[in-house]
């Protein structure tokens, strides 16, 4: 069975919005930098799993869409870049480091749900966005996800 990921991003680095104008709709979630996330994207997350995509670290964070991993995991090509802000000099490319997988955009959600709004709902009490705040890669449990479809309507993509 598929899991249920939310993965956060700075979207003055890159949004929601970005990934939906994409080639494709699609491209590599690459820059994770924390070994607990990397071990994630690296040994838990499979093609197929869904992703709910987290705007932090701006005015209003929150759940702002969906993206579906398309991809198996595979090394971060931009650890091996010395131009890159993500350079690892320790990351060898017979060893590498840091994994990415692809993504695909879904849906925007019409009302993103907050992080306030989160913290109001009871149901959330247990979520890794409350009590674990700063990962890049989260579990969502069904009964969240759930939870989070029915408080945002999905908005569909433009033809």
């Known amino acids: 069975m598929n899991q249920i990921w939310l993965f956060k991003t700075e979207p ?3 949004s929601l919005q970005d990934l939906q104008r994409a080639s494709g709709q699609t491209t590599g979630w690459d820059g994770v930098r924390n070994f607990q996330a990397r071990n994630r994207l690296r040994d838990e997350i499979q093609q197929g799993d869904r992703v709910l995509i987290y705007h932090s670290s701006c005015a209003q964070p929150a759940i702002v869409g969906e993206a579906e991993v398309v991809s198996a995991p ?3 090509p931009s650890q ?5 802000a993500g350079h690892d000099p320790r990351s060898q490319p017979d060893e590498p480091r840091w994994y990415q997988v692809d993504v695909r955009f879904l849906n ?3 009302n993103p749900l907050t992080l306030s709004a989160i913290k109001q709902h009871p ?3 247990d979520m890794e ?3 674990r705040p700063r990962l890049s890669i989260q579990k969502i449990s069904d009964r969240q996800y759930q939870q989070i479809l029915q408080l945002c309507t999905p908005q569909p993509a433009p033809a």
């Open 12 to 14: 003055d680095s890159f």
């Open 74 to 76: 595979y090394p971060d």
């Open 80 to 84: 091996f870049d010395h131009q890159h």
């Open 108 to 110: 925007a959600f019409a």
């Open 123 to 125: 149901e959330f009490a």
């Open 129 to 131: 966005l409350v009590i």
